[in-house]
C-alpha cells in the first residue's frame, strides 16, 4: 500500500539554526499539507500545497518557514532560524484529489531545538 | 475563530464494551468530517470519513453526522484493549486544510 514517508525520524538541532525536513507524498497526489504538534497540543495546519505553490497558510508559517517541491517526489519544509518553541512533531500529509477529500499522514519528524 | 472540540478524557471503557467519542464544530460551511487515531508518539491514522447527515458503518466503527447540531460522532463496538489511542476529530472545507480537535484519549480495560 502506498505511504508517505518522512525523513529524519527525528533532527536536533540548536537554535539558530536552519532545518530542513524531508517528505515523500504518495507518488500520484497532488495536495500537499504540513502539520505539526507540540507535546501534548492538538495538531495545527502549518501549510498547504498545490501546482507549485502555497495556496493557503497558518499564522504560524511566517517568514521563517518556506515549503518546496524540488523534484516530482519531495516536498521539503524549511525552518531558516530555529527557535526552541518550534520544538515539535511535523507531519506532512497528501491528498489525491480534492474531490477525494482525504489526507494520509507520514510517521513525522521530532524536531528538538536546543 | 473556526473550532472542533472533543472532551479530552480520559474515557475508559471495558473490553467488549461500546466506546462513544463525541466532537462538535463552529464552522457551518464545513464539509467533510474525519475520525483519526493516534497512537502515543505516532502520526494520525485515518479511521472513518463522512460527508452527509446520518450514520456510516466501517466494521465496528460507526461515524454518526449532525450537520443542523454541528456534531460528528464515533462510535467503536466490541471494544479491543488495541483500540486504546487518542482519536481525533477533524473538519474541513473546501480550502482542504484540517482543523483538529485536541482528541479525546481511550483507555480500553481487559
Known amino acids: 500500500e502506498p505511504e508517505v514517508t518522512q525523513t529524519p525520524s527525528h533532527q536536533v538541532t540548536q537554535m539558530g539554526q536552519e532545518v530542513i525536513l524531508r517528505c515523500v507524498p504518495i507518488s500520484n497526489h497532488l495536495y500537499f499539507y504540513w502539520y505539526r504538534q507540540i507535546l501534548g497540543q492538538k495538531v495545527e495546519f502549518l501549510v498547504s500545497f498545490y501546482n507549485n505553490e502555497i495556496s493557503e497558510k497558518s499564522e504560524i508559517f511566517d517568514d521563517q518557514f518556506s515549503v518546496e517541491r524540488p523534484d516530482g517526489s519531495n516536498f521539503t519544509l524549511k525552518i531558516r532560524s530555529t527557535k526552541l518553541e518550534d520544538s515539535a512533531m511535523y507531519f506532512c500529509?497528501?491528498?489525491?484529489?480534492?474531490?477525494?477529500?482525504?489526507?494520509?499522514f507520514g510517521p513525522g519528524t521530532r524536531l528538538t531545538v536546543l | 475563530q473556526k473550532e472542533v472540540e472533543q472532551n479530552s478524557g480520559p474515557l475508559s471503557v471495558p473490553e467488549g464494551a461500546i466506546a462513544s467519542l463525541n466532537c462538535t464544530y463552529s464552522?457551518?460551511?464545513?464539509?467533510?468530517f474525519f475520525w483519526y487515531r493516534q497512537y502515543s508518539g505516532k502520526s494520525p491514522e485515518l479511521i472513518m470519513s463522512i460527508y452527509s447527515n446520518g450514520d456510516k458503518e466501517d466494521g465496528r466503527f460507526t461515524a454518526q453526522l449532525n450537520k443542523a447540531s454541528q456534531y460528528v460522532s464515533l462510535l467503536i463496538r466490541d471494544s479491543q484493549p488495541s483500540d486504546s489511542a487518542t482519536y481525533l476529530c477533524?473538519?474541513?472545507?473546501?480550502?482542504?486544510?484540517?482543523?483538529f480537535g485536541q482528541g479525546t484519549e481511550l483507555s480500553v480495560k481487559p
Open positions: 500529509a497528501s491528498m489525491g484529489t480534492r474531490g477525494e477529500n482525504t489526507q494520509y
Open positions: 464552522d457551518r460551511v464545513s464539509q467533510s
Open positions: 477533524a473538519v474541513t472545507n473546501q480550502g482542504g486544510k484540517l482543523i
